[in-house]
Each structure stands twice: as C-alpha cells, then as structure tokens.
C-alpha cells in the first residue's frame, strides 16, 4: 500500500504561543512526530501541513516536506482536522496516489513508530475505512457525577450508582494522537466504519495549556527513564 501522514500545524495557538515549535526537552515539539512517523517507515512522505512559515522550515529542518501552504481559511479554532486532512489530500492525491493518509498530531511527543506500525497493521487487515487512536478511560463514566446550580452533585447515570466497577462496560476516549483515513472515504465513496487502536495511557496527553505543558514534560522523562512501550 502507498500511504502518507499528514502532520496539521498551524501558527496561531493562543493559550501557548507557538506550540508546535516550542522547546520540548531540547527540541520543537513537532520534532517528535515527524522523527518517529519517519522511523516508521510506513510512508511514502511525511507532510506537514501548515499556514506558519517559520514551523514549515523547522518541519522541513527535521525531515518532513512541506509541499504547499495551507490556506488561512483552514487554520482558524474552528476547523476541524478531517477538514484539514482532505484539504492536504485533494492537494496531493495525484502526487502520490495514497491507498490512505494518516493523520499525527503535531502534539504528540510520546507517540512511537511501534504504535504507528501496530495500528497500521490493524488497520490493513480490516474491513474498516478509518481509525482512530484510543484510551481507555481510568475510571467507569458511568459512575461520573454532574453539579446542578446549586452546587450539589448527583450521579449523572443513576442506574449505575450500586454497580460494581469491574462490572460496567469499559469506555474509551480518543487520545488525539494519531487517525487513519482510506482513500475511498476522503473520496467520499464509501461510509464511514472506524475501528480503534488503544494505546496505554502514559503515552497520551493532551497540551492544550501550561499546565498540560509541564505535566507532558514530565510524563515524558518519566516514560523514557522508564523504557515503558
């Protein structure tokens, strides 16, 4: 199969200014993914897609190729990555022919060319025409309490109140690390049927502001400290 990863990018985070460039334990955060999708050897091309000038030349600096600069109307808070995804797909679809397209967020430090190859694999011995990476949620959601105006709590599923833990259905979230499209369903031929790959829980974070910044830091050494898969 001939495939490429799609790395969307923009340039405007706002709660941490220049996110997917900045120093990450002594590289650009987006250094990261773009390392470990080319260890992977699954792709014809690593791509990033980006609006931002100066993460296109860090990109390029780190091995991934920037072939065109997405367009401003597709890099606001508002679009959505499958949008992004096809935008770099329409653009390349004759460059490279692509069985599928896997999209890596940029933010994804503890991603590994392993996980990439397992999904991978999974994926081409389905039926399925996407994926989408996923972790199991460390305590049952059916047990989640909600806070009405007044500040009490109830259980927001209140059948589930006296049930045992190991006794509920596991339930799982996506981990924002990692998706894969087939051709056939950026081409809109075909439906949408979405399998899942999960991967462990020290190897997810989602760096949205400070805070989640510094716990990925220290997730990070931790993990590698550790040599945990």
């Not at 329409?90 to 999904?119: F, G, M, Q």
């Not at 009490?152 to 259905?169: G, V």
């Not at 369903?185 to 910044?213: A, C, F, N």
Request: aromatic share 12%.
């Amino acid at each position: 199969m001939k495939n490429i990863a799609v790395i969307p990018a923009r340039g405007g985070s706002k709660r941490i200014p220049k996110k997917n460039i900045k120093d990450f334990n002594g590289k650009p955060l987006i250094a990261y993914p773009i390392t470990q999708a080319l260890k992977s050897n699954l792709f014809d091309d690593v791509i990033v897609s980006t609006d931002d000038e100066e993460i296109a030349a860090i990109s390029e600096k780190y091995g991934a190729k920037v072939p065109f600069l997405r367009d401003k109307k597709l890099s606001d808070d508002f679009t959505g990555t499958f949008a992004v995804v096809k935008d770099a797909y329409n653009r390349l679809k004759n460059i490279y022919n692509p069985d599928s397209v896997c999209c890596i967020y940029a933010t994804a430090p503890l991603l590994t060319a392993e996980h990439l190859s397992n999904a991978y694999s999974k994926f081409q011995n389905s039926d399925a025409s996407s994926l989408v990476s996923v972790c199991e949620f460390s305590f049952p959601i059916q047990r989640a309490f909600i806070v009405n105006e007044d500040g009490y709590i109830s259980y927001r599923e209140p059948e589930y109140a006296m049930t045992r833990s190991q006794d509920l259905a596991k339930c799982y979230q996506d981990c924002g690390l990692f998706y894969i499209y087939s051709k056939e369903l950026l081409e809109g031929q075909i439906e949408d049927k979405t399998i899942s790959y999960q991967m462990p829980r020290h190897r997810v974070i989602d760096i949205d502001t400070p805070e989640d910044w510094d716990y990925a830091r220290a997730l990070y050494n931790a993990v590698s400290s550790l040599n945990l898969d």
